[in-house]
């Protein structure tokens, strides 16, 4: 038996910020609590936000959404600052199977590019249109937080 098919999930987003203060907003947790949780995205608390930045290490974003604790976590799978950064995604309790987000940046004449490409198993299809709107909302929330 072959591997599950996947859905894939692209998002491109210029930024007026170098490929390094880029790369480096995706592994410090207070640029993260500025674009990818909070409550100046949507309606949550913040419980903790750890990174272990290594190949091999793993995060874990844990937010409270109405009384419910949401635990995002996965591993560091690359980190070539400050070109690609790959990491599983999943929620702790929500499955034993995770997605996997690869990062890639490249200079621009004004900045950088960054693209986001979100691969999961296609069991998951229905929330691709959602992952896709999640990953443009944050990555706009990220452009403002880098001025």
């Known amino acids: ?29 207070a640029m993260i609590g500025k674009f990818m949780f909070g409550p100046q995205l949507r309606d949550e608390e913040v419980v903790h936000l750890k990174v272990d930045a290594r190949i091999g290490g793993t995060f874990s974003f844990l937010v409270r959404r109405q009384g419910t ?23 702790t309790g929500s499955s034993a199977e995770e997605s996997v987000v690869c990062i890639d940046i490249t200079a621009t004449g004004t900045g950088s590019q960054l693209t986001l490409t979100h691969e999961m198993d296609s069991k998951w299809a229905e929330y691709a249109s959602r992952t896709e709107a999640g990953w443009t909302k944050m990555l706009g929330a990220l452009a403002a937080a880098l001025g």
């Open 69 to 91: 604790e949401i635990d995002h976590v996965g591993h560091y799978r690359e980190l070539d600052r400050p070109r690609r950064l790959v990491f599983t995604w999943g929620v």
């Open 1 to 29: 038996m072959g591997p599950s098919p996947t859905v894939t999930v692209s998002v491109t987003r210029q930024f007026a910020a170098t490929t390094e203060q880029v790369f480096d907003a995706w592994l410090d947790p």
